[in-house]
């Protein structure tokens, strides 16, 4: 499966963002997504996550702010990001896998391009 994640830009602190991660496969529902980041000289780290059964994780940096959803029928996951912060300031990529837990980003398969998120102070 393609992905193709779009939406990142640059924000004030505050602000909000939606990003949004396209899939090429109509079985995408199927699958289990996660969106992560990477900021500059820092580890890539799993942000949000989804199930194919809707199941959601978030990491504790972004609980209360963000939102994961998907749309099955567009095959498309998106990640509402709300209080942006200037720490969220990264690279973004949603990536996906077959099975697994949704917090196991050993096993995530299939990546998309990333998108930039910018929050400024």
């Known amino acids: 499966v393609q992905l193709q994640a779009s939406g990142g830009g640059l924000v004030q602190a505050g602000g909000s963002l939606r990003l949004s991660c396209a899939a090429s496969?109509?079985?995408?529902?199927?699958?289990?997504v996660g969106w992560f980041r990477q900021a500059p000289g820092k580890q890539r780290e799993l942000v949000a996550a989804?199930?194919?059964?809707?199941?959601?994780y978030y990491a504790e940096s972004v609980k209360g702010r963000f939102a994961i959803s998907r749309d099955n029928a567009k095959s498309a996951v998106y990640l509402r990001m709300n209080s942006l912060k200037p720490e969220d300031t990264a690279v973004y990529y949603c990536?996906?896998?077959?099975?697994?837990?949704?917090?196991?980003?050993?096993?995530?398969?299939?990546w998309g391009q990333g998108t930039q998120v910018t929050v400024s102070s």
């Open positions: 990536a996906a896998k077959w099975r697994g837990e949704i917090a196991d980003v050993a096993t995530y398969s299939y």
């Open positions: 496969r109509r079985t995408f529902s199927t699958y289990n």
């Open positions: 989804i199930s194919s059964g809707s199941n959601t």
